[in-house]
């Protein structure tokens, strides 16, 4: 598999990452311990350097999955986890808490559940409004110092955060949704990375799924799965967007691709600091993800998106409102 660098960080990983949430948490009952080490080993196998997790995913099992798995191959690949949030008495809640005492506590754990001496890649989860992102950037600077962390992201963070975070440790990544059906990137965010030299890791690149074609206008989540709260995933909102899926399915042929490949293709031709991070729990899924490293999308194949694109009005939004709430800050 090729090779990108995170902006100018100097940090190299594959084109194409590993999201490995989906394996303990958000799309229903986690996969099995067994299955989980076995598919992200499959993916290494097949040139996936980059792995992405984060202590709320479980929380804590995602980690510890990860870690066990990559222990073998650890100096091989880069592994990225969040910081951000406490869980509550029942373990279930998501708070927000950014404050210098919680992150160097949560570094400490992902530490022992990776398996590892330091983490590649420090993500903020989310900005917390509440502790000046000055203060989160000088912590993790403090950890950077330590031989903890050897490099700083933000997740779903605003522009001008961003600019703040970077001017006191410099930000190797940032992670937010990108994809055919989430374009907002493109208007403030990606100039910006571009003029900071800051590399861009989009996550839900095929859609939670959807851009998969796989999830047809009568589609149901359990209570369990994420997407059942999304208002994009709504009934109404699956049958408008089918359009997309249709338009993806159109090119995918006249390529000899599937709309999983043109999707992820599509994202790795905007720049070349992109690297996605598709997730799945199955290894065929695997293999059709990995494949769009090697499809290339011509100057022609582009403009066609685009004008194609322009006729499609995508309902719904990404995240329920109190979700909504806590990014972009």
């Known amino acids: 598999m090729n090779t990108r660098e995170l902006g100018r960080s100097g940090l190299r990983v594959s084109a194409l990452g590993l999201g490995c949430m989906g394996l303990s948490h958000g799309y229903g009952p986690a996969t099995g311990k067994t299955e989980a080490i076995a598919l992200i080993r499959a993916a290494f196998e097949r040139g ?20 066990e798995a990559l222990a073998p191959m650890r100096e091989q690949v880069v592994i990225a986890t969040k910081f951000g949030f406490t869980f509550g008495e029942d373990g279930k809640q998501q708070i927000l808490d950014s404050h210098p005492n919680r992150i160097k506590a949560a570094v400490d754990g992902s530490l022992k559940r990776l398996r590892t001496e330091r983490i590649d890649l420090l993500y903020q989860h989310r900005v917390d409004p509440a502790v000046p992102i000055e203060e989160v950037a000088g912590t993790v600077r403090e950890l950077i110092d330590a031989g903890k962390v050897k490099h700083f992201g933000l997740s779903e963070a605003g522009v001008q955060t961003i600019r703040r975070a970077h001017a006191v440790q410099p930000l190797a990544a940032v992670q937010s949704e990108y994809s055919l059906w989430w374009r907002e990137p493109e208007r403030e965010l990606l100039p910006a990375l571009e003029e900071l030299g800051i590399g861009f890791v989009p996550f839900s690149p095929l859609g ?26 709504g009934a109404a909102q699956l049958q408008a967007n089918q359009s997309l899926v249709e338009l993806l399915r159109g090119i995918a ?42 499809l290339q999308l011509t100057r022609e194949d582009l403009h066609r998106i685009e004008h194609a694109l322009a006729a499609v009005q995508v309902a719904g939004d990404r995240y329920p409102a109190a979700l909504q709430a806590r990014v972009g800050r």
Do not use: C, M
């Open 253 to 294: 042929e006249d390529k000899g691709a599937t709309a999983a490949q043109i999707a992820l293709a599509w994202l790795l031709a905007q720049r070349p600091w992109i690297v996605p991070i598709p997730g799945t729990t199955k290894l065929h899924r695997l293999d059709d993800n990995l494949a769009a490293d090697a």
């Open 48 to 67: 996936v350097s980059f792995f992405d997790t984060a202590e709320v995913y479980g929380p804590y099992l995602n980690e510890e999955v990860v870690g």
């Open 208 to 233: 939670k799924g959807f851009l998969t074609g796989t999830i047809g206008a009568d589609a149901s989540f359990g209570s369990d799965d994420f997407r059942s709260v999304v208002p994009r995933f």
